[in-house]
T-cell receptor
Framework: DAGITQSPRHKVTETGTPVTLRCHQTENHRYMYWYRQDPGHGLRLIHYSYGVKDTDKGEVSDGYSVSRSKTEDFLLTLESATSSQTSVYFC???????????FGPGTRLTVT | KNEVEQSPQNLTAQEGEFITINCSYSVGISALHWLQQHPGGGIVSLFMLSSGKKKHGRLIATINIQEKHSSLHITASHPRDSAVYICAAFYNTDKLIFGTGTRLQVFP
């Protein structure tokens, strides 16, 4: 298995509070991704990174920000959590030339 | 709009049956990714292919570029194959568009 961990694995938080999820890799892959998975939807891209300090938005980026200050860590921040952000969040990594993606175990976030 | 559609959404089978899951996509993909998600949530990469066919154990993935279609086959299905199978297309080299998945249940 690719060395990807996510923390926390489960979190319950209240509406309006800030939340940061962490993705950590030991593979030295250049690309890192944050997705959310909701019933009835496929995995949807929130943000991704193509290098340290290089990030870009995905299709559902509103309400989320990211940071990547070193190769191994990619942080996803919900500045002010809302109930619509209750979801399972997956991190993935990839590297050229194949760009095959490897996924972390997921974080289940509940916003009450 | 770049889309990925899978069929069927749900599939049940008896142990030993041959399974086919279908995926169709819009023009212009560079590669197709098949993933497996078990109950409990972990997502595992099965195949990535841009042409022809790939085989790994009892799993076979094919892609037909002209017809914009890919299939995932499982031979001699087993209850441990029960999972959600996800098709995803690379429309740009570094980003994927995902289908909504096919839920497979294999009964003994």
């Amino acid at each position: 298995d690719a060395g990807i961990t996510q923390s926390p694995r489960h979190k319950v938080t209240e509406t309006g509070t800030p939340v940061t999820l962490r993705c950590h890799q030991t593979e030295n892959h250049r690309y890192m991704y944050w997705y959310r998975q909701d019933p009835g939807h496929g995995l949807r891209l929130i943000h991704y990174s193509y290098g340290v300090k290089d990030t870009d938005k995905g299709e559902v980026s509103d309400g989320y920000s990211v940071s990547r200050s070193k190769t191994e860590d990619f942080l996803l921040t919900l500045e002010s959590a809302t109930s619509s952000q209750t979801s399972v969040y997956f991190c993935a990594i990839a590297a050229p030339p194949a760009y095959e993606q490897y996924f972390g175990p997921g974080t289940r976030l509940t916003v009450t | 709009k770049n889309e990925v559609e899978q069929s069927p959404q749900n599939l049940t089978a008896q142990e030993g049956e041959f399974i086919t899951i279908n995926c169709s996509y819009s023009v212009g993909i560079s590669a197709l990714h098949w993933l497996q998600q078990h109950p409990g949530g972990g997502i595992v990469s099965l195949f990535m292919l841009s042409s022809g066919k790939k085989k790994h154990g009892r799993l076979i993935a094919t892609i037909n570029i002209q017809e914009k279609h890919s299939s995932l086959h499982i031979t001699a299905s087993h209850p441990r194959d029960s999972a959600v199978y996800i098709c995803a297309a690379f429309y740009n080299t570094d980003k994927l568009i995902f289908g909504t998945g096919t839920r497979l249940q294999v009964f003994p």
